[in-house]
T-cell receptor, first 114, second 111 residues
């Protein structure tokens, strides 16, 4: 099992450009999440999906959109990138949408917006 | 959501036992306590989870007193490879509850 995979690993964008971060998991998990982590900070939840076909906003959803394409895949889209979106983005999955469950994280996507 | 407070940083030497305490005074009845570990340039990794008393696995032990207002992650005989950020999270099993990652505790292990 590959676990949680993310593409790309690193991306440089110019302000105003758009891009989609891809995430896939092969653990048959129902719930998937997108976080961002800024230097010296903890992780902040952007969006999550409790099951295929459903998505909900997290703590910092502004400037992002998500798509739960199927049970395996959950993508994060930046429609018009801004320098404030420079960050490391982590995708995670868990068996159920529950605070007590274990989340499994991908390796991260490092995004630089110029 | 129960807020957690943990030390910003800790230093240790190889072979020592390290105890990281997390305060969660407003923990709710249904909340579990979970610890994650994060190495530089990697995503967080689950270490241990508990509800009350003591939990032990191959990596660490988690001590939770009866009032559950705090918890202590214990790492026995740390090595250089245990240098990482450790996050304490408190959350329940209700759908729609977000996990809150604070700034964590940066543990530095020296030889």
């Amino acid at each position: 099992n590959a676990g949680v995979t993310q593409t790309p690993k690193f991306q440089v964008l110019k302000t105003g450009q758009s891009m989609t971060l891809q995430c896939a998991q092969d653990m048959n998990h129902n719930s998937m999440y997108w976080y961002r982590q800024d230097p010296g900070m903890g992780l902040r939840l952007i969006y999550y999906s409790a099951s295929e076909g459903t998505t909900d906003k997290g703590e910092v959803p502004n400037g992002y959109n998500v798509s739960r394409l199927n049970k395996r895949e959950f993508s994060l889209r930046l429609e018009s990138a801004a320098p404030s979106q420079t960050s490391v983005y982590f995708c995670a999955s868990s068996e159920d949408r529950a605070g007590g469950e274990t989340q499994y994280f991908g390796p991260g996507t490092r995004l630089l917006v110029l | 959501l129960a807020k957690t407070t943990q030390p910003i940083s800790m230093d240790s030497y190889e072979g020592q036992e390290v105890n990281i305490t997390c305060s969660h005074n407003n923990i709710a009845t249904n909340d579990y306590i979970t610890w994650y570990q994060q190495f530089p340039s990697q995503g967080p990794r689950f270490i241990i989870q508990g509800y009350k008393t003591k939990v032990t696995n191959e990596v660490a032990s988690l001590f939770i007193p009866a009032d559950r207002k705090s918890s202590t992650l214990s790492l026995p005989r740390v090595s250089l490879s245990d240098t990482a950020v450790y996050y304490c999270l408190v959350g329940d099993n209700q759908a729609g509850t977000a996990l809150i990652f604070g700034k964590g505790t940066t543990l530095s292990v020296s030889s």
